[in-house]
């Protein structure tokens, strides 16, 4: 038997802390919730000193493909499940492994187990590839016997926020696309084109139309003047890119991320359903709530709700309830607070999360086909405009063509 620390809130809204004796954190988290509390923290008193280092000392900086690790969980997952011991399956799964710099992690991960040390501690020597909310649920796995499901839940996860992913880049894929596009096609017209034509209208007398002349006088202005035009974009493009790497710059291109028109939307969508699977995620396996709001704020994708669910975590230590707190914070929908209430009066919350983060999930999907479908029309007429605009200026004048050739 173990002994757990927890700090839980009852059905009435008081903070108790205390401690307890169980064979797992699942079942010291099912022994708290089944009395109705909420739990706040729950920890091993004998947690290896080594597991909870800091990311920070981490030696490794090494980074893998994505679709690496989930293919990783997965794999080792089932061999887990079947009896394989784990690094017997570690080994095994590195020597298929083609990337090279991930089949390297793989090995170390292998010799660190070899040499007595906890699964967990090893992966949390490669932050940039696992992550923090890998290593936790390892961890949470590791007291409470259950890897092989625990991977299973890990890689499941992943491969979900991948799809989240996707669909996002794939709604801002269509407008960036064709706003390039427009760029290059009018660019390539004042620079090509119109050329042509002020030869064709020079030493006439006629006076060209004011869209003509204008067109005119950019196309010269561009044609003169593009090495200091290409050397302000460049200049303008590393200086946003400084502004942003910094935090007051960061918080403002984030703000800006979800507040523009339409695009706003799934930005604050996305936000909200990662936050929340992965809240959903982190409670459900028995990972402690203060630990599960830390990570949610790391994956949140914005500095403003990583700030919320930061906020969160210190008001619950002072014995808020999570409902009643984001219910002040309008980044985050009633409905989702309401039901978070729910959740908490019911000791259910994790289910509840998980239901919610669906919720979201499937809001998100929704909200992405309609901007979709409204972006598509609008920038088939702006870049229409822009080209035609463009067009229709160049032949104004040839209507009236025998008249400047006859002056």
Not at 159 to 172: P, S, T, Y
Not at 278 to 307: F, K, P, Q
Request: glycine letters at 8%.
């Amino acid at each position: 038997m173990t002994q757990f620390a927890y700090q839980v809130r009852n059905a009435k809204g008081e903070t108790a802390t205390g401690q307890l004796s169980a064979s797992s954190a699942d079942e010291a988290a099912r022994v708290l919730r089944g009395d109705g509390n909420v739990i706040i923290d729950l920890r091993a008193q004998s947690a290896p000193a080594e597991a909870r280092r800091p990311a920070a000392d981490q030696p490794s900086r090494k980074r893998a493909r994505r679709d690496d690790v989930i293919f990783f969980a997965n794999q080792l997952a089932v061999m887990v499940d079947t009896g394989v011991p784990l690094p017997d399956a570690l080994d095994g799964i590195a020597a298929q492994t083609a990337h090279e710099g991930f089949r390297s992690v793989l090995d170390d991960l292998s010799e660190q187990v070899k040499t007595g040390s906890e699964f967990s501690a090893a992966l949390a020597r490669y932050p940039k590839v696992f992550g923090k909310l890998f290593v936790a649920m390892v961890r949470a796995s590791e007291a409470s016997g259950t890897m092989g499901k625990m991977l299973q839940r890990v890689s499941r996860y992943l491969e979900e926020q991948r799809q989240i992913r996707k669909r996002v880049r794939g709604a801002l894929l269509y407008p960036v696309g064709m706003l390039t596009f427009s760029v290059i096609v009018v660019v390539c017209m004042l620079t090509f084109v119109l050329p042509r034509f002020e030869r064709i209208y020079a030493g006439r007398d006629a006076v060209l139309p004011m869209p003509t002349r204008v067109l005119m006088g950019l196309s010269g202005f561009l044609v003169s003047y593009w090495p200091l035009l290409l050397a302000g974009l460049v200049s303008a493009a590393v200086g946003a890119h400084l502004f942003v790497r910094r935090p007051r710059g960061r918080g403002a291109f984030d703000r800006l991320r979800i507040t523009v028109p339409v695009l706003g939307g799934i930005a604050r969508r996305a936000s909200i359903a990662r936050s929340l699977r992965t809240l959903a995620t982190m409670i459900g396996t028995g990972v402690s709530m203060l630990e599960s709001m830390e990570i949610t704020a790391d994956v949140a994708g914005n500095v403003h709700y990583s700030r919320i669910w930061r906020a969160l975590g210190e008001r619950l230590k002072e014995g808020a309830t999570m409902s009643e707190e984001m219910a002040a914070y309008p980044l985050i929908p009633t409905c989702v607070s309401q039901m978070v209430a729910a959740g908490e009066r019911t000791g259910k919350l994790a289910a509840v999360l998980d239901r919610v983060a669906g919720f979201c999930e499937d809001d998100l999907k929704t909200t992405i086909q309609t901007a979709t479908g409204m972006i598509e029309p609008i920038m088939i007429v702006v870049m229409g405009l822009i080209v035609g605009g463009i067009a229709m200026a160049l032949l104004l004048p040839v209507f009236s063509l025998s008249k400047v050739i006859a002056g």
